[in-house]
């Protein structure tokens, strides 16, 4: 099993949609817990650290659930400007990533 | 934020030669920094753990002599693929483990990337 599996996708969903992924990490001792974006043919830039409270930063809302071992990422009302893929990575003392969810937002 | 710059953004060389890829951070000290490759269409791939000072952690089915990692200095780590073939024509990206925040923990920052093409 790997350490951290997402959905790899692609979600294709029309402008104004609300949408959400799920990140799945299997080491229970894991300290902390971020989303990544990455656009086509660049380096995969930090979005949001994932709190354990949660925590939400305009339309993206990160949470995180420690007893089932998941985190998630949710963008409402998404835009063109959206579409990227979304890496979950997750610190258990090495980072580790998941593969990456692919978002295609469409007019 | 802290950042973290790779170099070359691209390079191509023949095939047998060998090609080093710096990643440096420039306003933070890394102390670990962790080298990736991806292929199009394909997700990250860690490659290599770099410790300074000490030898590189490698994964499973990443040769340690075919890319060699250096990691001599607080901020820069390096990555050399030596006798290089097509088929390690690459994004190579590097990242470093920032300073620590408190609620947190350690964020990761990623170099810019580098396009390897072997011919």
């Known amino acids: 099993r790997k350490e951290v599996e997402q959905d790899p996708g692609p979600f294709n969903v029309p402008e104004g949609a609300t949408v959400a992924f799920n990140c799945t990490y299997s080491n229970s001792a894991s300290q902390s817990f971020f989303w990544y974006r990455q656009d086509c043919r660049k380096e995969p830039k930090l979005l949001m650290s994932?709190?354990?409270s949660g925590n939400e930063d305009g339309r993206f809302t990160a949470q995180l659930n420690r007893a089932s071992q998941y985190i998630s990422l949710l963008i409402r009302d998404s835009k063109l400007s959206d579409s990227a893929t979304y890496l979950c990575v997750v610190n258990e003392g090495d980072m580790r990533f998941g593969a990456g969810t692919r978002l295609t937002v469409k007019p | 934020g802290a950042v973290v710059s790779q170099h070359p953004s691209r390079v191509i060389c023949k095939s047998g030669t060998s090609v080093k890829i710096e990643c440096r951070s420039l306003?933070?000290?890394?102390?670990?920094m962790f080298w990736y490759r991806q292929f199009p269409k394909q997700s990250l791939m860690l490659m290599a753990t770099?410790?300074?000072?000490?030898?590189?952690?490698?994964e499973q089915g990443v040769e340690k002599d075919k890319f060699l990692i250096n990691h001599a200095s607080l901020t820069l780590s390096t990555l050399t693929v030596t006798s290089a073939h097509p088929e390690d024509s690459s994004f190579y990206i590097c990242?470093?483990?920032?300073?620590?925040?408190?609620?947190?923990?350690?964020?990761?920052?990623f170099g810019e990337g580098s396009w390897l093409t072997v011919v």
């Open positions: 770099s410790n300074e000072g000490s030898k590189a952690t490698y």
């Open positions: 990242s470093a483990r920032g300073p620590r925040d408190r609620a947190a923990g350690n964020t990761i920052y």
């Open positions: 994932v709190y354990s």
């Open positions: 306003d933070f000290q890394a102390t670990t």
